[in-house]
T-cell receptor, first 118, second 111 residues
């Protein structure tokens, strides 16, 4: 297993276009998270899946953002009508099953997708 | 609201010198605390974590951190810094299912 994979690594898009990112978690991990990291800031939580269920969404996740994890394996994050403020690194992480809090925190992060909106 | 503060935006340390990166957290008697490292263009790698028990935690790459409840701190230390330690370091705390990160401290290592 090679860890958490994210594709693409970099994406440049024009304002107003839609973009979709993919995350493949570690195969035995049932929990998956998306974070956003802007320049000079720490990552900020966007959303959380347990298996295929999206259990938590941050208020940062506006209605232009949608995330799915259709079969409880890979996940996609789509941004519609991109804006320049969406430029950021989008990080995916996964964690294994286990006691609720401690299981949640056994994160492995991917290398991220860097989005630039021009 | 829960938060994590890293007071130092940028620190420069000579190779071989000791290092201490500061982290303060707010809210919560016994938080779950973490230190991550991020190299340019990369994801985050977990250095160490504190859940309970011994307040001095050992991590990977020779790093350690000490939880001090009285000071609401979780400072990261390394006795001798190597040039390869140059990176950005993030302190984080658990908040439900998510992690709350500080803004990070950039470490530069001079020869």
């Amino acid at each position: 297993d090679t860890g958490v994979s994210q594709d693409p690594r970099h994406k440049i898009t024009k304002r107003g276009q839609n973009v979709t990112f993919r995350c493949d978690p570690i195969s035995e991990h049932n929990r998956l998270y998306w974070y956003r990291q802007t320049l000079g800031q720490g990552p900020e939580f966007l959303t959380y899946f347990q298996n295929e269920a999206q259990l938590e969404k941050s208020r940062l996740l506006s209605d232009r953002f949608s995330a799915e994890r259709p079969k409880g394996s890979f996940s996609t994050l789509e941004i519609q009508r991109t804006e320049q403020g969406d430029s950021a690194m989008y990080l995916c992480a996964s964690s294994p099953p286990g006691p609720a809090l401690r299981g949640n925190y056994g994160y492995t992060f991917g290398s991220g997708t860097r989005l630039t909106v021009v | 609201a829960q938060s994590v503060t890293q007071p130092d935006i940028h620190i420069t340390v000579s190779e071989g010198a000791s290092l201490e990166l500061r982290c303060n957290y707010s809210y919560g008697a016994t938080p779950y605390l973490f230190w991550y490292v991020q190299s340019p263009g990369q994801g985050l790698q977990l250095l160490l974590k504190y859940f309970s028990g011994d307040t001095l935690v050992q991590g990977i790459k020779g790093f350690e951190a000490e939880f001090k409840r009285s000071q609401s701190s979780f400072n990261l230390r390394k006795p001798s810094v190597h040039w390869s330690d140059a990176a950005e370091y993030f302190c984080a705390r658990g908040a439900g299912t998510a992690l709350i990160f500080g803004k990070g401290t950039t470490l530069s290592v001079s020869s």
